[in-house]
Structure formats: C-alpha cells, structure tokens
C-alpha cells in the first residue's frame, strides 16, 4: 500500500511539473511578441527613412535606431518594470516626433511609438 501512494504521489507530481511547462508563465511569450512588434516598427521606419533620403530621412533613420533600442532595454526589464518603461519610451519617442519634419518622417516614428505603447 506504501508503495502505491508513493507512485501516485509521483505521478502527481509528474503530470503538475508537465502542466506547468506546458502552460508556461506567459512572459516570454508576451516579451517575444512584444519584440517582434517592435522590431517590424523599427524596420518600417528605417525602411521609410531610406526611401526619404536627405537630412530628414537621416534624422528619421537615427531616430527608428534610437527610439528601438530604448523600447527594447525597457522591455528586457520585465514585468511591470517593463510595462512602466515602455510608457516612458512611448513619451519619449512622441517627443522625438516634433523633432523631426513634418510629413512623412514624423509619421513614420509615430507609427513606431504607436507600436511601442501597444507593446505596453
């Protein structure tokens, strides 16, 4: 009898660590995701800063660079750390956009900070 409950204690024990990496804890997933978001938005915005050339598609390319690279740092953070520095890069890249000229090269880094609140 001893032996029996050892193994359904065992097989318990066994099913909950399965289910338990089976279910994950959410987090990487949502940071992979977050990341990719991100980085599709960094890469249309270079993408549109070499199509505009010129100091405006320079400053526009600096900018997608930028504005990246901090959303990235502050979503490597984790958890509601993350979420609060991805608030803070949001704010941070729509000043950013006033920076630039009108047009086309503030639209494309607005698109970029839209992508960086939603990853939020």
Do not use: H
């Not at 992979?32 to 505009?52: E, G």
Request: proline share 1%; net charge negative.
């Amino acid at each position: 009898m001893r032996r029996d409950r050892l193994f359904e204690i065992a097989a318990i024990a066994t099913l909950l660590v399965c289910a338990l990496l089976i279910a994950g804890c959410g987090g990487d997933d949502d940071e992979t995701t977050a990341t990719t978001k991100i980085d599709t938005a960094v890469q249309s915005c270079s993408d549109q800063a070499q199509q505009l050339g010129g100091a405006a598609g320079t400053a526009l390319a600096s900018a997608c660079t930028s504005v990246g690279d901090t959303a990235k740092q502050a979503l490597s953070t984790g958890g509601e750390q993350a979420t609060q520095a991805l608030s803070e890069a949001a704010t941070s890249c729509e000043s950013a956009v006033g920076q630039l000229p009108a047009g086309q090269a503030q639209d494309a880094l607005s698109s970029l900070c839209d992508a960086i609140k939603s990853a939020g």
